[in-house]
């Protein structure tokens, strides 16, 4: 009896470290999501009724696979897997462990509210995993503009007047002369903006930020006013044409993941392919070592003769470039013409999706690719007409982000210098 | 190098001209590089109506000089009715004040937290979140103009300072950075609003359009001159002008707000709660939002809310904000020019059919050689001694 | 002529005259110590010698041939290299990354030879007996290492002169000691070395010639043999010095601080405190050595509330003041002259007055109320720039104007110029000229003549030792001896490596 009491008094006078305290903060989250997921997801359905996942799309070499599963069952299953993770994480016992078993608990909220969605009806999910694979890719394109610069210290905020601009010129460039010229002008266009933001921030050494966000008007101002004046009066320069898509020779005939990985326009291809690229120059590379140490200690990169604002200079055209990419992804292959604000906060989910993806390459398309699935849900649902407001699933990607940014799901470390102009002694 | 290995560095000697007119060559420079700033922008500005001019350009290898007087004519009406639309009448410059009333409040949102230290992005969405809670005052009761007025202002500011407090809080409590959160509170203010407009609480009944019930007659702000839209809200924009002044130069909550803005590891190391600080300081700007907000339903036609009723009001103000050097006077200012450029904007586009979207590319050719003097500089071959102050955010700007 | 040689070296800032006709040589196989006050100008030779700075006159030749750098680059291709104060290795890197940044091995495609990079770290590190892990990460590393790591980045790129500016202030005197052995390791393998220092105890054991600058000149050149420290100490600073500080006996009183089991953590959560106990009394100064970054900076953070503490008691009077705020520990007449003067002392944007009220805004009569009463502050002001011996041309300059010195009086007056009974002081002379540590030490002495209870921590236990009538030494957050005054420098440094103490308390 003594003894217990001693023990809770020495534990009581023990102040939890900020660890321990968000562990026991996510566990509280998980639990109450599992009482939500059983409640809602659970009893919100008739006994028995089904949901039926479509697994292949028309014109598939393998027709008509599909999943049918009880969906009262299945929310009931996740939440009393959510609980248990939620209470292993109350436990504190295996800090390192809090945010796999977060991101578990998410997935399967996820999967039970699809179920939901869907239930007693019948939902295309490869569709909708497609959608998300290609919703992704301005997004993932974006954080890799981002980080791609960041790694070098310099802030890119302009990623949406970027991939603004160069959509805008993606587009005339490509009505005027082809689509592969469309292509290039994009290139360009993003080299230039991202050239612009460098010699402001380098040069001039305006704070980032202010850059960013005076870019992003020039961008938002021009290409509306030219919009106006110039494609209004000749609606030939409004339409580029597009990508088609180019199958992939038996990948793209797997199930599931054909549809989703290997049937797509050239774009998306080039996406994943900067992706890769990205990862090894960055982390195998002289040009990645260099640029890191740029990002993280510039002093120490220009006392080993390494000239830090030429460095700072060609990876934030770099990220210019990528941007453009994803300008021309947005103008040249699904929509095929430009509108007036057409990127409507496409940057800046890619900013969000390079901090929630730690500034790594695979971060960002891990990132991209959860962007891509809120907002592929948000279209499919209307289809299945949920009592959810669409509104609700527009936020969802902000909320996240404001999440991810807080903390929640474990601190990310930007680069040391990031946002910090060098001025030699 | 550390500041310990150099003697402190003399202060330049003031010029014969600064003697003869009595005018530091900060001052002197607060006003000629905005000046010069103004003038580039619109010299680039015409540039750019020159090379648009597609009827125009495509005459230019055949008769030259038939392209140039047109191009000229062109940039001319366009300028003139720049001008025409915001200095030229009583009505144009009544537009002008209405046109600058929101920018001037906002603009003081956004520097509020330049002093301080922190880059409110978000302003835009407090001036929504604001504008709902002045808009619902503004139809669910009815009391007599004089109660009704302020109770949907004080709503405005408080809803406005919560919305702003969260990411105060979010930073406060775990470090997330305010430009981030802010503008994702941004997105989500649109689409809460959107939602909102459309649920019975604040819906036309009988529309299916994102589109509220029209403010009583008793919130819907007083004009000032009879036939002009220019209303109260000016006034108010001038008075928040003041006591901004006076709060940030003249109380110990000022003090603070610029300690913390200018070295927050000091303030905390001078006992000043620098967490307590981030959510006032964002709960102030939020405040100051919401009354922009505010303006933007009950101080203009139909007197309801619509989808995105902010515009983008929130984003120039920071430009506006950067213009007028954070400070308020300076912000009044900048907050007038913007106001002019966007009525003469609305001037052009009808007689001269020049898009307003002009009006956002020399808002943002300004505001960089705004931040960039060295760019003007360059431009004008002006030669100075002293250094340039190059940071914005970080260290604000003096005062 | 073989060696390096500086000649006629002058460096002109606006305003400023940092090298005034310097000249300095070395040759291979010697050991030359740099030797000046804070501010005299070596940094900049230094930085003229590396490249990141040119000289507005002078020459810079490598065995009789004139060069010109640009930049870094050159200087490294010329064959010098320098190991900076503030080391310039990058945290998240590993030592052989470190290592090569700049001169990196690839293969095809641009691709990074880790294996050469580890081979070249393997090699130097055995042939100086340097023992250093190629994969280590360097922010892991004990700060010895990390300067053993920047020896080998400079030694990689096969420099002939070696400059080290300040190598010794971090390391403990023990580390001292082998790298002392790696300097000479260096000096047999016939490299010309420069050894930048403001300790002359070192210079005196090291050197084979000592080169003084004073005000951006080079005023003396001797041989050790022929001076001793308080010879060096007057060139250094151009008059005699006392290095004594002069105060009666300690006549402790009652306790005013008393910290109890403290357990704090640091940024990155580890137990940087662990478990501390002591008291400090009234009319006593007790000063904490070790090396920096045993756990100091966070201790005195939690005693005035700037950092939480995760376990034990803080009390002040009596009082436990443990959860206080800062502003509340301020409130129970306690004052904090912080580590960091730019950093957490002052606000270098503002003006000097503002810096002065930056205590006391909030409290009458400089507030009334919500109001604040600029005259009231304007007359303190001006009351301590005069008590306090601020330099300063009014009290309404910016506080960045101010040299170090005048800054950390302004940060002393404001602090002690009320009713204080605690005084914590974190390296209260960092950086100062001989005159203003002069002064502060007077201050901090006469507060404790005063009845005033002092806790002093400083990285120099020169500092320590002169100003303490207690020692405390702190190792890896724990307090691992006690002192009392008679203790010599060997004993306290043996303490500060953790391996002997005297009673522990």
Redesign the interface.
């Known amino acids: 009896m003594t003894a217990t009491t001693t023990i809770s008094a020495i534990r009581l006078k023990t102040r939890a470290t900020p660890e321990q305290r968000r562990a026991t903060f996510i566990g509280i989250v998980m639990v109450l999501i599992a009482g939500f997921v059983a409640r809602v997801f659970g009893f919100g359905v008739a006994t028995g009724e089904k949901a039926t996942f479509n697994l292949s799309l028309p014109g598939e070499r393998v027709q008509d696979l599909s999943w049918e599963v009880d969906a009262r069952l299945l929310a009931l299953i996740a939440a009393a897997i959510i609980a248990f993770l939620g209470g292993f994480v109350l436990r504190r016992t295996h800090l390192r462990w809090t945010n796999l078993a977060l991101a578990i608990g998410l997935g399967l909220f996820a999967l039970a509210f699809l179920t939901w969605a869907a239930a007693g009806k019948s939902f295309s999910l490869v569709g909708m995993l497609r959608s998300t694979v290609i919703l992704s890719v301005p997004v993932t394109l974006g954080a890799l503009a981002g980080l791609t610069s960041e790694r070098v210290a310099v802030i890119n905020i302009a990623i949406e007047g970027q991939l603004l601009t160069a959509a805008f010129v993606g587009c005339i460039v490509g009505s005027a002369w082809g689509i592969w010229a469309g292509l290039f002008g994009a290139l360009v266009a993003g080299a230039l903006l991202g050239a612009v933001l460098a010699v402001l921030a380098i040069k001039f050494r305006i704070d980032q930020i202010i850059a960013g966000v005076v870019i992003n008007m020039f961008a938002l101002g021009l290409t509306s006013f030219l919009a106006r004046r110039v494609l209004a009066a000749s609606p030939d320069l409004n339409s580029p044409g597009r990508f088609s898509s180019l199958k992939i020779p038996v990948l793209g005939d797997i199930p599931v993941l054909g549809p989703m990985f290997f049937d797509h326009n050239i774009l998306v291809y080039a996406a994943f392919l900067v992706v890769l690229a990205l990862h090894f120059g960055l982390f195998y590379t002289r040009w990645g070592l260099r640029s890191r140490a740029v990002g993280e200690h510039p002093k120490a990169a220009d006392t080993v003769g390494i000239n830090v604002n030429r460095t700072r200079y060609r990876n934030t055209i770099y990220g210019g470039i990528i941007a453009g990419l994803g300008g021309a992804f947005l103008t040249l292959t699904q929509v095929s013409r430009f509108e007036e604000n057409l990127t409507a906060g496409i940057g800046f989910i890619g900013l969000a999706a390079m901090i929630f993806g730690r500034w790594m390459p695979f971060g960002a398309l891990g990132a991209g690719l959860v962007f891509g699935f809120a907002r592929a849900i948000q279209q499919k649902l209307g289809i299945l007409g949920t009592p959810i407001p669409s509104e609700f699933l527009s936020m969802a990607p902000y909320i996240v982000t404001i999440i991810v940014v807080a903390g929640v799901v474990g601190r990310s470390r930007p680069p040391a210098a990031d946002g910090k102009p060098y001025i030699p002694e | 190098?550390?500041?310990?290995?150099?003697?402190?560095?003399?202060?330049p000697e003031p010029t014969l001209y600064d003697r003869i007119t009595g005018v530091g060559t900060s001052v002197r420079r607060a006003l000629l590089i905005p000046a010069l700033a103004v003038l580039s922008a619109l010299i680039i500005g015409a540039f750019?109506i020159a090379v648009?001019d597609?009827d125009t350009l495509k005459i230019w290898g055949s008769d030259p000089g038939e392209a140039f007087r047109r191009t000229m004519t062109g940039i001319g009406r366009a300028y003139k009715a720049l001008f025409v639309g915001s200095l030229g009448s009583t009505k144009a410059i009544t537009e002008t004040l209405f046109s600058a009333t929101p920018s001037i409040l906002a603009g003081l949102a956004v520097a509020i937290g330049f002093q301080a230290g922190l880059?409110n992005?978000g302003v835009n969405g407090q001036m929504l979140i604001g504008g709902m809670a002045g808009l619902w005052v503004g139809f669910s009761i009815s009391v007599p103009a004089f109660i009704h007025i302020p109770l949907a202002i004080v709503a405005a500011m408080v809803a406005g300072a919560i919305w702003a407090g969260i990411a105060g809080l979010?930073k406060a409590?775990?470090?997330?950075?305010e430009?981030?959160?802010t503008?994702?509170?941004n997105?989500?203010a649109i689409?809460?609003v959107?939602?909102l407009l459309?649920t019975s609480i604040f819906q036309q009944p009988g529309r299916n359009d994102p589109i509220s019930k029209p403010a009583e007659v008793t919130a819907q702000f007083p004009t000032l001159l009879e036939g002009y839209r220019l209303h109260i809200g000016f006034l108010i924009a001038l008075v928040a002008v003041a006591l901004v002044w006076w709060l940030m130069y003249?109380?110990?909550?000022g003090?603070?707000f610029?300690?913390v803005g200018?070295?927050p590891?000091?303030?905390?190391?001078?006992?000043?709660?620098v967490s307590w600080l981030y959510v006032s300081v964002l709960a102030v700007s939020g405040a100051l939002a919401g009354i922009a907000g505010v303006n933007q339903v009950l101080g203009l036609e139909p007197y309801r809310g619509l989808s995105n009723f902010a515009g983008s009001v929130g984003?120039d103000a920071?430009?506006l904000a950067?213009l007028g050097r954070s400070q308020p006077l300076g912000v009044l200012f900048a907050g007038l020019l913007f106001g002019a450029l966007r009525a003469g904007g609305r001037e052009m586009q009808g007689a001269a059919g020049?898009?307003i979207?002009?009006?956002?590319?020399?808002?943002?050719?300004i505001?960089?050689m705004i931040?960039?003097p060295?760019?003007v500089r360059a431009i004008y071959r002006i030669r100075t001694s002293d250094q340039e102050p190059?940071?914005?955010?970080?260290?604000?700007w003096?005062g | 002529m073989t060696g390096l040689q500086l000649t006629g070296i002058t460096k002109r800032f606006p305003g400023v005259l940092a090298n005034d006709e310097v000249d300095l040589s070395v040759s291979a196989g010697e050991i030359v110590a740099l030797l000046g006050e804070n501010g005299a100008g070596k940094t900049t030779l230094m930085n003229i010698l590396y490249g990141l700075y040119s000289p507005t006159s002078g020459q810079v030749l490598i065995d009789g041939e004139e060069r010109h750098f640009t930049g870094p680059g050159d200087a490294i291709a010329a064959g010098i290299g320098m190991v900076h104060q503030h080391f310039m290795l990058v945290p998240v890197f590993t030592v052989a990354e470190n290592v090569i940044l700049g001169a990196e091995p690839t293969k095809s495609l641009g691709r990074l030879d880790h294996r050469k990079a580890r081979q070249t770290v393997t090699d130097i590190s055995a042939r100086y007996r340097l023992d250093v892990d190629p994969d280590a990460i360097v922010e892991n590393l004990p700060v010895g290492i990390q300067q053993r790591v920047e020896i080998i980045k400079v030694l990689a790129r096969e420099a002939r002169f070696l400059v080290l500016d300040e190598p010794t202030s971090v390391l403990t005197p023990a580390e001292v000691e082998s790298f002392i052995e790696i300097v000479k390791g260096l000096k047999a393998d016939g490299k010309g070395v420069v050894f930048i220092s403001h300790k002359l105890g070192e210079a005196l054991e090291i050197a084979d010639r000592i080169v003084i600058m004073r005000r951006g000149k080079t005023v003396a050149e001797v041989k050790p043999s022929e001076v001793d420290e308080e010879r060096l100490a007057e060139l250094m600073v151009g008059r005699p010095v006392d290095l004594e500080v002069h105060k009666e006996p300690a006549q402790p009183g009652d306790v005013v601080l008393s910290v109890e089991d403290l357990v704090v953590l640091d940024h990155r959560n580890r137990r940087a405190v662990d478990g501390v106990t002591f008291q400090v009394r009234a009319g006593e100064i007790v000063g904490v050595a070790g090396v920096q970054g045993n756990g100091q900076t966070e201790l005195v953070e939690s005693i005035t509330g700037l950092r939480p503490s995760l376990d034990g008691t803080v009390g002040i009077l009596g009082a436990d003041v443990t959860t206080l705020s800062p502003r509340q520990i301020h409130s129970r007449n306690v004052a904090h002259v912080p580590e960091n003067r730019q950093e957490s002392g002052l606000v270098l944007p503002f003006t000097v007055t503002e810096n002065i009220i930056l205590n006391s805004y909030y409290e009458p009569p400089i507030s009334k109320g919500i109001q604040m009463d600029w005259g009231e502050a304007q007359k303190r002001a001006g009351r301590l720039v005069k008590e306090y011996d601020v330099r300063t041309p009014s009290p309404d300059v910016l506080v960045s104007t101010l040299s170090g010195g005048n800054q950390q009086k302004v940060i002393v007056a404001r602090e002690v110029d009320r009713d204080v009974k605690l005084l914590v002081a974190s390296q209260p002379t960092r950086g100062l000229d001989v005159g203003s540590i002069e002064y502060i030490h007077a201050r901090i002495v006469e507060e404790r003549d005063q009845g005033v209870a002092v806790l002093i921590v400083s990285s120099e236990l020169e500092e320590v030792m002169a100003l303490s009538d207690r020692i405390l030494v702190m190792f890896e957050g724990k307090i691992v001896g006690e002192f009392d005054e008679s203790a010599t420098a060997t004993e306290i440094g043996l303490a500060m490596l953790g391996e002997a103490g005297g009673d522990p308390a």
Request: charged residues 10%; hydrophobic residues 55%; without cysteine.
């Open positions: 190098m550390s500041v310990d290995d150099l003697p402190p560095q003399p202060q750019i648009t597609i880059f992005i979010l409590r775990t470090g997330a950075h430009v981030i959160t503008m994702m509170l997105f989500v689409f809460l959107d939602y459309k003249r109380t110990t909550i003090f603070e610029r300690a200018f070295n590891t000091g303030a905390r190391y001078a006992g000043m709660s984003f920071i430009a950067l020049i898009p979207d002009l009006v956002l590319v020399l808002q943002a050719l505001i960089v931040a960039a060295a760019l190059t940071t914005v955010i970080s260290t604000g003096g």
